[in-house]
Structures are given as structure tokens and as C-alpha cells.
């Protein structure tokens, strides 16, 4: 069975300051995806990013990267220079590859908090 | 482009009553997704759908619970009769393609569910 662990639950950080969030997954399939999603106050789910299992280049995106370590199963999330905008809970989440479907296991989600 | 449309956005109602969310999926999407999010549980998956057809429907808590796709451009959630326990947020997704892995879910804003 597939699993998501985001072990921080909260994360308060400073205006400015970088900030990493963790993402471990279990999988036996071989082919599979990664996803971030950002949740803000407002509630609605927003998709950051996608990666899939062959590609372990790491991605930057403005303030954003990611970096993918199949060795260690891991994806973690890292917000340079973190700006109160970036005040969200977020989730990553896994998909398995196959003909049932993208369904998506998520992760208990961080909850980011950036003060001024 | 119209993202996923959800109604209502609130729903206040008396335990024992019906209630019956609605959603309206990205055009052109072949999979749609109910998830639940409590504070308890974080984001569950209850029901998803390929091509109209229910595909695996084991996150459905129990049999208050029920969940069609008519048509492609419409799906519902029905809970009857309604508890407390069911207070959440209802969120519908779609995403394109059923028949791949990568495809990312596209949320709509969610019903935020109150039963008294």
C-alpha cells in the first residue's frame, strides 16, 4: 500500500528565512508520481508540482525547488527567502501509475506559518 | 476557463436531514474525486469515477453515504441521514486522463459542511 508522511506538522518561520518541508513515501510500484499542493486560508487546493519516478533532477521554480532522492524516498519542498504569502498548509501526495486512474494518497500536510 | 464548480459552498443543516453536494468537473475531464478533509483525519479520498463509471469507492465511510456521475459534466454526494461526525469539507477534483498516473487533480473549492 502506498503512504505519505509529512512528519512536521507545523512550521513557523520568519519573513525571509528558508524553509524546508519534508516528504517521505512508501511504494511498491516502480513507476509512480509526486505531487505538492498548497493549501491556503482560503481553502481551495493548488497544484505545485509533478515529478515523476524516472526523473530525479531537481527543479527550481522562482523562490521554489524540489528535490527528488529515490534512495531515500524522499521530496522535499523548499521555499527560499519565505514571504507571508507563503502562509498554507501543504500536502504532498502520490500517485501510482496504472489504467484505474491518477487517485492521489496524500500526506497528513505541513502547516507553514511565516511571520513578518 | 471555468475551474471545478461546487455547490453549495456552506451547508448548514439539522442531523437526521438529506444533504446532497453537488459538482461540476473541469470540461473535457475524464476522472473525478470526493475527498473529505477534517482536522482529525486530514484529506481522505471517498469515491472516484472514470469515465462516469465508479471505480473504487472503499474510502466511503458507510452507507449514508452514495455518490453518482449521471453524466460526464455532473456528479453528486449524497448523505442521508446526515450526523455530526459528518462536518467537513467536502472537496470534488477532476483530472484529465484516467488511464495515466501523471495527470494532476484540479480541485474546487469546497463545501464546508456543518450538521448539527
Known amino acids: 500500500a502506498q503512504k505519505v508522511t509529512q512528519a512536521q506538522t507545523e512550521i513557523s518561520v520568519v519573513e525571509k528565512e528558508d524553509v524546508t518541508l519534508d516528504c517521505v513515501y512508501e511504494?511498491?510500484?516502480?513507476?509512480?508520481?509526486l505531487f505538492w499542493y498548497k493549501q491556503p486560508p482560503s481553502g481551495e487546493l493548488v497544484f505545485l508540482i509533478r515529478?515523476?519516478?524516472?526523473?530525479?533532477q531537481n527543479e527550481i521554480s522562482g523562490r521554489y525547488s524540489w528535490n527528488f532522492q529515490k534512495s531515500t524516498s524522499s521530496f522535499n519542498f523548499t521555499i527560499t527567502a519565505s514571504q507571508v504569502v507563503d502562509s498554507a498548509v501543504y500536502f504532498c501526495?502520490?500517485?501510482?501509475?496504472?489504467?484505474?486512474?491518477?487517485?492521489?494518497?496524500f500526506g497528513e500536510g505541513t502547516q507553514l506559518t511565516v511571520n513578518p | 476557463d471555468a475551474g471545478v464548480i461546487q455547490s453549495p459552498r456552506h451547508e448548514v443543516t439539522e442531523m437526521g436531514q438529506e444533504v446532497t453536494l453537488r459538482c461540476k468537473p473541469i470540461?473535457?475531464?475524464?476522472?473525478l474525486f470526493w475527498y473529505r478533509q477534517t482536522m482529525m483525519r486530514g484529506l481522505e479520498l471517498l469515491i472516484y469515477?472514470?469515465?462516469?463509471?465508479?471505480?473504487?469507492d472503499s474510502g466511503m465511510p458507510e452507507d449514508r453515504f452514495s455518490a453518482k456521475m449521471p453524466n460526464a459534466s455532473f456528479s453528486t454526494l449524497k448523505i442521508q441521514p446526515s450526523e455530526p461526525r459528518d462536518s467537513a469539507v467536502y472537496f470534488c477534483?477532476?483530472?484529465?486522463?484516467?488511464?495515466?498516473?501523471?495527470?494532476?487533480?484540479?480541485f474546487g473549492p469546497g463545501t464546508r459542511l456543518t450538521v448539527l
Open positions: 477534483a477532476s483530472s484529465p486522463d484516467p488511464a495515466v498516473g501523471y495527470n494532476e487533480q484540479f
Open positions: 511504494t511498491r510500484d516502480t513507476t509512480y508520481y
Open positions: 515529478r515523476n519516478s524516472f526523473d530525479e
Open positions: 501526495a502520490l500517485s501510482e501509475y496504472g489504467t484505474s486512474g491518477s487517485r492521489l494518497t
Open positions: 470540461s473535457g475531464h475524464n476522472s
Open positions: 469515477f472514470n469515465n462516469n463509471v465508479p471505480i473504487d
